[in-house]
Nanobody, 119 residues
Framework: QVQLVESGGGLVQPGGSLRLSCAAS????????MGWYRQAPGNQREMVAV???????KYADSVKGRFTISADNAKNTVNLQMISLKPDDTAVYYC?????????????WGQGTQVTVSS
């Protein structure tokens, strides 16, 4: 069984910064990609940023230039540094991993961490 554990959410004022972290643990043979998605009330879950193990990056247009994703492949962790936060960034942020577990390729999700941007 694989677990993704997130940390770092919270309440921040507009223009502020937050850093989210996620650690994957369990019977992981290899990881193809890790990333972050978010879901605001009434909205569908959307991709925020994804990083592959070969270093390829993908960002949602709405966060380009403000969010930076990074990963430590040796530790199976992924981070999301968020700056210049806006009220529209308010959502539950979910960690995501595309990995091989016991010879099967699977997708896993964390439990989610709330990010609230408000004055």
């Amino acid at each position: 069984q694989v677990q993704l554990v997130e940390s770092g959410g919270g309440l921040v004022q507009p223009g502020g910064s937050l850093r989210l972290s996620c650690a994957a643990s369990g019977s992981i043979l290899s990881i193809y990609a890790m990333g972050w998605y978010r879901q605001a009330p009434g909205n569908q879950r959307e991709m925020v940023a994804v990083i592959t193990t070969d270093g390829s990056l993908k960002y949602a247009d709405s966060v380009k230039g403000r969010f930076t994703i990074s990963a430590d492949n040796a530790k199976n962790t992924v981070n999301l540094q968020m700056i210049s936060l806006k009220p529209d960034d308010t959502a539950v942020y979910y960690c995501y991993a595309d990995l091989i577990e016991q010879r099967a390729r699977k997708n896993y999700w964390g439990q989610g961490t709330q990010v609230t941007v408000s004055s």
